[in-house]
C-alpha cells in the first residue's frame, strides 16, 4: 500500500522538481539575459536571492495546492507546472521591463494545451482566438485615437492561452485585473506622482486576478 501511495506521488515530485528548476535557475537567467539585451543591465546584475526565493516558494506553493484541491492525472500535473512557471516570468518580467518575454509565452501556451487536452480544445482554441482578436482590435482602434497603445500585444498573447484553461472566467480576470490595476495606480496619478499617460505593467495584475479566480472555483467545488 505505502508502495503505491508513493508510485502515485512520484510524477508529482518530478514535475515540482522541474517547476523548482524552471522558477529557481531558468526564468532568473531569462530575466538576466533581457536585461543585458535590452535595458543596460551590467554583467553581474542579477535578479535578488530574495525575489528568487518568493518567486520559487510562491510557485511550489501553487502547484502543491493546485493537486491537492484536484486530483488530475501526471499530464494536467505537468500543464498546470507549465502554467504556473510561466506566470510567474510573466510577473517578474513585465513588473521590471513592462515586457513578456515569447519564451514565457510559449511555455503558458504549450501548458495550457497540454492541460486542457481531455477536454473540449478546438473549442476553447477558436474562442481564445476570437478573444485574442477581439482584445488587439479594440487596442488598435485606441491607439488610433490616443496615438499610444493601450494594452500591449504580449498581454493579448497572455489572455489568448489563459482562456484555453479558464474559459469564459477569463472575463472575469480581466475585470478583476482592471479593478486591481486602478486600485493600485489611480492613487499615484491622484497625487500627480505618475502621469496619467504613464505607462504600467498589467500582467502582474491578470495574474492576481488568474489567482483569485482559481482560489473562487476552489472555495466553490
Known sequence: MQTQMLAGFLPSLAIGAALLGATGVWIPRVVQSYGRKYFDWKAEQK?????????VATSLAWF????YVKPMPWNAQLGA???IAALAGVVVADHRFQ???DRFQLLGLAGALVYAAQENLLGNIGVALALGGGLWLVNEIYRRVRKRDGLGFGDVKLFVWLEIVLGGNILVVLLLACLLCGV??????????????????FGPYVVLGVALVVVMQSLAV
Open 47 to 55: 535578479m535578488p536571492l530574495a525575489s528568487v526565493f518568493a518567486l
Open 184 to 201: 493600485a495606480v489611480l492613487p499615484s496619478i491622484a497625487r500627480k506622482k505618475r502621469r496619467s499617460d504613464a505607462s504600467f505593467a
Open 64 to 67: 502543491a495546492l493546485a493537486v
Open 81 to 83: 507546472a507549465a502554467m
Open 99 to 101: 515586457l513578456i518575454p
